[in-house]
């Protein structure tokens, strides 16, 4: 699952800061054009400077990685600064493998992005840096606005089962190729399906394309290979399609009609008249200090929403299941999405009917859904209907050519 990160980085930040020291004459660098060439409103440039060579040499060495350069940019909206550092490589294979360097010991490895051949990284100590650069990566269109990418994984269809045990029988999946005790003894817990859904759109208006096929089976259980192609847009709207259904109905993890869950809805929407500011009140109300932080000792939970919100903690998943349960309780149709930001790792988030098309929420960070968001299943009653039963492998457009 997505996990936040705070924490200063290490080596890299304290060569930066070197560098900037005795670094005479700050210059705009043209490795960041969207920053430079094309200026976003709100956003000013405060400083950039160039990263010594000798320093780029160190660097290079240590990650056994051709780098070109490193500039590094300092932003700010409304005085809030973020630093963005941009390494610059020969080539889009390269730069993958700087990506993989940076990404080593970061627990939110969206703090580092690619866009061909040049590796943005950005310095987040604080939550609050870790939104701006959500923000400034969005903004300034460092991600793409729109990516396809080739998927490949094997499944385990599910129609319901414990939840709290998902994760656990994932990563016990992902430790044996080969069937034991333990693998056996957590598939009891979850029932068995005889086919896989999976989702008829990416993230937006193009539609994905699927082939499953049958593999040996796993602890007993039915065993997919899924592979498809999959596009995703930045804020994507998604098309209504025939199989959208029971959108604002109650389910067993979405109690959207137990009268605490009524009452709690309405005080959260009560000054909200359209549908989008009942969706912003109620992501306002899970960050707020009533609502919920992320954390808690099982990764990859599912709590259920009351305890949810009774504990004030949780992961994705509950996240995504308290706002469903709130948007459902204030008759907005929502539903749930499983898939995998590219980068990272598996993730459950939601969307939200507004206008006649799904709209993407994340809840859990707050961020706004990406291009690197892809998504692979809909929930409409809250039952998950996969185990994955290896990492997905998500290969973007731009680098089908890569050797």
């Known amino acids: 699952m997505v996990l ?38 709100g956003w000013k440039v405060d400083k950039t400077w ?11 060495r240590k990650w056994q990685v051709k780098i070109l350069s490193v500039e590094n940019t300092v932003v700010s909206i409304a005085e809030k ?49 870790a939104k701006l650069a959500m923000m400034a990566r969005e ?43 333990r693998l056996r003894d957590l598939a009891t817990s ?32 039915k065993c997919v290979e899924v592979s498809g192609t999959v596009t ?38 009560t000054a909200a008249t359209t549908t989008q500011a009942k969706v912003n009140a109620i992501v306002r109300w899970i960050h707020s200090s009533e609502g919920i932080r992320f954390g808690g000792n099982v990764t990859g939970s599912r709590y259920g929403t009351k305890q949810v919100i009774e504990q004030h903690y949780g992961h994705c998943w509950d996240f995504a299941d308290v706002f469903i349960t709130l948007c459902r309780a204030s ?24 206008d006649g098309v799904w709209h993407s929420v994340d809840p859990t960070e707050n961020f706004p859904c990406g291009s690197d968001y892809v998504p692979l299943a809909t929930s409409n009653d809250g039952v998950m209907p996969m185990i994955y039963a290896s990492r997905p492998i998500l290969i973007r457009s731009d680098d089908a050519d890569r050797p």
């Open 139 to 181: 903004q300034f269109r460092i991600s793409p606005a729109e990516a396809t990418y080739k998927v490949k994984f094997n499944a385990i269809p599910i129609a319901g089962g414990e939840w709290m045990r998902a994760n656990e029988f994932f990563n016990e999946l992902l430790r044996n190729e080969q069937d034991t005790q």
């Open 81 to 129: 600064p973020i630093q963005i550092n941009t390494i610059v490589c020969p080539d889009r294979a390269t730069a993958e493998q700087a990506v993989a360097e940076l990404r080593k010991g970061k627990p939110n490895p969206r703090m580092v992005c690619r866009s061909g051949s040049h590796v943005y990284e950005f310095v987040a100590r604080t939550s609050r840096d």
């Open 50 to 60: 160039s990263m010594p060579p000798a320093q780029v040499d160190q660097i290079s």
């Open 232 to 269: 995703s847009q930045r804020n994507g709207k998604t098309p209504q399609s025939d199989e959208d259904s029971v959108q604002v109905l109650p389910a067993t993890a979405w109690p959207s009609d137990d009268p605490e869950i009524q009452v709690l809805a309405k005080r959260i929407t």
């Open 190 to 221: 979850f029932e068995p399906a005889d086919s896989l859904s999976l989702r008829k759109y990416g993230q937006g208006d193009q539609l994905s394309r699927w082939t499953i096929k049958d593999v040996a089976p796993r602890a007993g259980m």
């Open 331 to 354: 008759e907005l149709p929502s539903r749930q999405v499983f898939g995998w930001i590219d980068g990272s790792e598996g993730h459950v988030w939601a969307e939200v009917l507004v």
């Open 4 to 41: 936040r990160w705070f924490a200063a980085d290490k080596l890299l930040a304290l060569i930066l800061l070197f560098a900037f020291a005795f670094t005479s004459l700050p210059r705009v660098m043209a490795q960041l054009p969207a920053i430079v060439s094309r200026p976003v409103e």
